[in-house]
């Protein structure tokens, strides 16, 4: 079944190419295809809406949430319009949407994303999913649950070819399934007791931790420095973000990390 949604300020390329996650995949002719939340979808724009096919109208809620449909970003657009480098940032990058995924996949996947590139990145999460997750058809699997990594050591993750991020890997799922790391707990947190918290996994820093906290749980006020964002900080903002990005700043990062990964040098 096909839903069709607004697509004002999304748009797919931007949206699913940004490096906020890493299981959407281009087919051709900008239609891209994912799992997430154990459904496979496609998604398209055609006529100025976004088709989505792989869901009924009833589930279209909780996609709703998932892809932040119901967020205004022109509103974002407008504030950060004050400063003239993220006005810029804006103008290129202005169909990125900050997706609301699963903790635990987001978590995993941003400790394999650690000194790595994408398509490394993506080759990891995809044997892993291969090796533990549930098989969806057609070559696809889902991202397998905390529960079903119970007990894994990192010698048991030696087929996903990942290195030293093994035992990140392994302290996370047993601090999960252990009850140590409690989503539900970490949502009703502050950022900073949030970021604290999800340090406790061997391996996560301010980096991993702030890019868990925007992509899974929507602390918006969460701002990943990668070295991107570094140079852009230093040469732009050597005292931090303008006033206009306050509660935002994450927002304001994708438009930013957008901005400089995909011109060349920073052009204001």
Not at 56 to 62: D, G, I, N, V
Not at 163 to 187: L, M
Not at 188 to 208: C, F, M, Q, Y
């Amino acid at each position: 079944m096909s839903i069709k949604v607004n697509n004002s300020n999304f748009n797919l390329k931007q949206t699913f190419l940004c490096g906020q996650c890493f299981r959407w995949k281009e087919t051709e002719n900008g239609v891209f295809s994912g799992i997430a939340m154990g459904k496979r979808l496609t998604l398209s724009e055609q006529d100025g809406e976004i088709v989505i096919d792989g869901i009924t109208k009833s589930e279209l809620p909780e996609w709703s949430v998932y892809f932040d449909l119901d967020t205004d970003y022109s509103e974002y657009i407008r504030r950060f319009s004050a400063d003239k480098t993220l006005k810029a940032a804006c103008e290129v990058s202005s169909g990125i949407r900050i997706l609301r995924q699963e903790p635990f996949e987001t978590l995993i996947s941003f400790i394999i994303s650690q000194n790595n590139n994408i398509p490394r990145i993506s080759g990891i999460i995809g044997r892993l999913c291969e090796s533990f997750g549930e098989d969806m058809g057609g070559g696809d699997f889902a991202f397998p649950t905390a529960e079903k990594l119970r007990g894994i050591e990192p010698e048991d993750l030696a087929p996903l070819r990942a290195g030293f991020r093994a035992k990140y890997i392994a302290d996370a799922v047993n601090r999960v399934n252990s009850g140590e790391i409690n989503f539900d707990e970490i949502n009703e947190l502050p950022l900073d007791s949030a970021r604290e918290t999800l340090k406790r996994i061997v391996g996560v820093g301010d980096k991993v931790a702030d890019c868990v906290l925007l992509f899974a749980f929507h602390k918006l006020d969460a701002f990943p420095k990668d070295v991107w964002v570094k140079r852009l900080m230093a040469e732009f903002y050597p005292d931090g973000l303008p006033e206009c990005t306050k509660g935002a700043e994450g927002v304001a990062q994708q438009y930013l990390f957008d901005y400089v990964r995909n011109n060349d040098g920073l052009k204001v």
